[in-house]
């Protein structure tokens, strides 16, 4: 089968919720404001919504892998309660310099490796030149670079970013609300 569908490709922390730091409980997972909306659209738009999420914390000790895919199936059902299915959810727990023996690793799918995105390009046939990827740091848009996804979105969420990361974006929008006016 070739690569026929699309995705919104979604950085999670800084995108999808506020990112407060290494969040893992729900008590704490702050949806961002017209995210379902703005998600829904794509959607109804034929996108398959992707989550690629950097899990250092995972790695640190901050909190388990059992933690992070709890807080997941909690995630994904709270978009489904507003009719918003997300099609995949990829994490990279590991981090080359601080991280517990069985995390600590040179990875090729913590970002700015491409390799998330690769995964679901091949898991769920998606075409990269059609696609979008939406971050709120240089290092989602680096990734995606390298896994030539033709749209690249930097979302204004509160995180410092220079110019390069200003310049390696499409498009610079405040939040994920504002994508739907500018994209469809
Ligand atoms: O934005 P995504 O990729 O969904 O997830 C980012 C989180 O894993 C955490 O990534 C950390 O960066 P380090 O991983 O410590 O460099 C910090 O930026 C935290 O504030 C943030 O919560
Ligand atoms: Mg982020
Ligand atoms: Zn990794």
Redo the contacts with the bound molecule.
């Keep these: 089968m070739n690569n026929i569908s699309k995705a919104l490709f979604l ?5 999808v919720n506020i ?5 893992y409980e729900p008590a704490k997972f702050e949806f961002v404001p017209g995210v379902f909306t703005a998600c829904k659209a794509f959607a109804d738009a034929g996108y398959k919504l992707i989550i690629v ?5 995972i790695g640190r000790g901050y909190y388990s892998e059992m933690d992070f895919h709890t807080l997941t199936q909690w995630m994904i059902a709270q978009f489904a309660a507003h009719q918003v299915t997300v099609t995949d959810v990829y994490f990279c727990p590991h ?1 080359r310099k601080k991280a517990l023996p069985e995390y600590l690793k040179e990875c090729d799918c913590r ?1 700015p490796a491409p390799g998330m995105l690769l995964q679901g390009i091949a898991d769920h046939h998606i075409n990269p030149a059609s696609s979008i990827m939406v ?3 240089l290092s ?1 848009m680096q990734a995606a670079s390298k896994a030539v996804i033709g749209t690249r979105v930097l979302v204004r969420s509160g ?1 410092e970013f220079d110019a390069r990361a200003i310049d390696s974006a499409d498009h610079v929008c405040d939040s994920l609300a504002d994508l739907p006016s500018i994209l469809l």
């Design positions: 950085d999670r922390d800084g995108v990112d407060h730091g290494y969040v999420t950097n899990q250092s914390g981090h970002k971050g709120d740091k989602d995180q």
